[in-house]
């Protein structure tokens, strides 16, 4: 049975830091795409970053480049995402999906799989 178990999220004050981790199990984790999303009282579910099966690639959003790092471990079956500087505008819930396509140029924000897990809430205030 395929699953994705975020976690990791919690209150952060604005400046602060937070890892996100994605425990993966019931497929080829070293096979797969990796993409963090996240989704704000009110609004779509964005893409955040993703990351290739090999770890050697990654991708970010505007909002979070040079804030956000994501790595995997592929021993463990997990794709972690450091979140440094965070402000409030990073308040979400953050899910992982498999995504098909995660290049340096290239992102396909579509979660493969079309379930989504439980997600980890992140909330930046003061």
């Known amino acids: 049975q395929l699953q994705l178990v975020e976690s990791g999220g919690g209150l952060v004050q604005p400046g602060g830091s937070l890892r996100l981790s994605c425990a993966a199990s019931?497929?080829?984790?070293?096979?797969?795409?990796i993409g963090w999303f996240r989704q704000a009282p009110g609004k779509e579910r964005e893409g955040v970053s993703c990351?290739?099966?090999?770890?050697?690639?990654?991708n970010y959003a505007d909002s979070v480049k040079g804030r956000f790092t994501i790595s995997r471990d592929n021993a463990k079956n997990t794709v972690y995402l450091q979140m440094n500087s965070l402000k409030p505008e990073d308040t979400a819930a953050y899910y992982c999906?498999?995504?098909?396509?995660?290049?340096?140029?290239?992102?396909?924000?579509?979660?493969?799989?079309?379930?989504w897990g439980q997600g980890t809430q992140v909330t930046v205030s003061s």
């Open positions: 019931g497929f080829t984790f070293d096979d797969r795409v």
């Open positions: 999906a498999v995504v098909p396509v995660c290049t340096a140029t290239r992102v396909v924000w579509t979660n493969i799989f079309a379930s």
């Open positions: 990351i290739s099966s090999s770890g050697s690639t990654t």
